[in-house]
């Protein structure tokens, strides 16, 4: 156990370093400037750090902004950035970093839902806020019982990716009503996010009057599929949908196609990466995704965004989280200022950021931003992506309801 505790620790320092910069432009004047930190929590390294990393980069571009605007008059901003490797556990020990660090004054992160239930009762302790760009499941803000009755379990924690309560909804009228398909084998991974989007697909596919071919789990780290190929075949399934991250969907749609399962795989935003078509390679032709959010590339809002983004030389997929990342550290930045005047932080500031947090309102990169009482974003926009000619097409945009 202390070799572990030393090793997250080495681990978490070593990319803190790496992920901070002061990009504000003026050395002479930032000596004199309050130096804040906002945190950001996501895998860098292993499972799903594609995604993560772009989470760092769009809050690391949304801090250079804010510095070179002069945004909060009598600061400077920085980023601290922790690994958590999609290990719940690690997220914890990464929010107890952030806690301890008085100069850290708003979190963004984590990328996995499953992750996030280790690390809320953390910093709500500590009246610390977190937003997440990318956490879909519904419990995290309307509690356990969310389906029957709503109660906002952290007022610490918003987010600004709307939920599966929605997205798998959405996905299943599109597979239904618009596929036309009738009969689906179901594959989760057991975390958090992944079985929570499946089991909600599910019930709208089946209420809307499709069938359930089958159903089945997978670990995450699992390469080999064979078995649960065959199970899909005999299934006659024309649709599989999973509910998981690119990493172990990008290996399983090659195996289903090499098996002769010629029909498309449908997942959710834990899908939607650039790596998951690149190792997928032809394999992943016609295979598609929900997304929180309208294509980051169509706005015009995000113009200059995507433009820093490619000339920073910043890794990750920013196309995924990276619009709303950003967003999210402007609301925190924002409360900051609304705090924190000429530099001088006042006792209890980090509440009195939550506060200013909740009544967040402005017209974002990526959309309007702003949070209901549970801490939801207020944006319901909805997007299916398709891979067409190698790339994640938008078939569709909109909202949906129930």
């Excluded at 990342?325 to 209890?348: F, L, N, Q």
């Amino acid at each position: 156990m202390v070799i572990l505790t030393a090793v997250l620790t080495t681990g978490a320092l070593t990319l803190t370093a790496c992920g901070s910069r002061d990009d504000s432009g003026d050395s002479k004047d930032s000596g004199k400037k309050t130096e804040i930190i906002i945190g950001v929590d996501a895998p860098l390294t292993g499972q799903n750090s594609a995604t993560g990393l772009g989470i760092q980069g769009g809050v690391q571009i949304a801090v250079d902004d804010a510095n070179k605007n002069n945004t909060v008059p009598g600061v400077t901003f920085k980023v601290k950035a922790l690994d958590d490797k999609a290990i719940p556990a690690s997220g914890q020990a990464n929010a107890t970093q952030f806690v301890q660090d008085e100069k850290v004054l708003g979190v963004v992160g984590p990328l996995n839902s499953g992750v996030a239930t280790q690390m809320q009762q953390v910093f709500a302790t500590a009246n610390l806020v977190e937003i997440s760009p990318s956490n879909t499941a519904p419990e995290l803000t309307q509690g356990k019982n969310w389906q029957t009755s709503k109660s906002r379990p952290f007022k610490t924690y918003f987010r600004t990716a709307t939920t599966d309560a929605l997205q798998g909804g959405f996905a299943a009228d599109y597979a239904y009503n618009t596929l036309k398909k009738r009969k689906v084998y179901v594959v989760d991974d057991k975390q958090t996010y992944g079985a929570g989007l499946a089991k909600l697909f599910k019930a709208g596919f089946t209420k809307a009057g499709g069938k359930l071919a089958g159903e089945d789990h997978v670990n995450t780290g699992d390469t080999d599929f064979n078995a649960l190929v065959t199970k899909i075949k005999n299934s006659k399934a024309d649709l599989v949908y999973y509910g998981g991250q690119y990493d172990e969907s990008e290996k399983l749609t090659k195996q289903l196609k090499d098996g002769g399962v010629k029909v498309p795989l449908f997942g959710g935003d834990g899908m939607f990466s650039d790596t998951y078509i690149q190792t997928a390679g032809d394999a992943s032709k016609g295979d598609l995704v929900t997304s929180v959010g309208q294509p980051v590339d169509s706005l015009p809002s995000a113009a200059d965004f995507i433009k820093k983004y490619k000339a920073s030389g910043l890794k990750g997929d920013y196309g995924t989280y990276g619009g709303y990342s950003y967003d999210a550290a402007t609301a925190i930045i924002k409360a900051i200022g609304a705090v924190v005047k000429d530099g001088k932080i006042p006792d209890g500031a980090r509440a009195k950021i939550v506060d200013e947090v909740q009544k967040t309102k402005f017209d974002g990169i990526a959309g309007p931003v702003s949070f209901d009482e549970y801490g939801d974003t207020t944006n319901k926009q909805l997007t299916v992506y398709q891979v067409v000619d190698g790339k994640w097409k938008a078939v569709k945009s909109g909202t949906f309801s129930g």
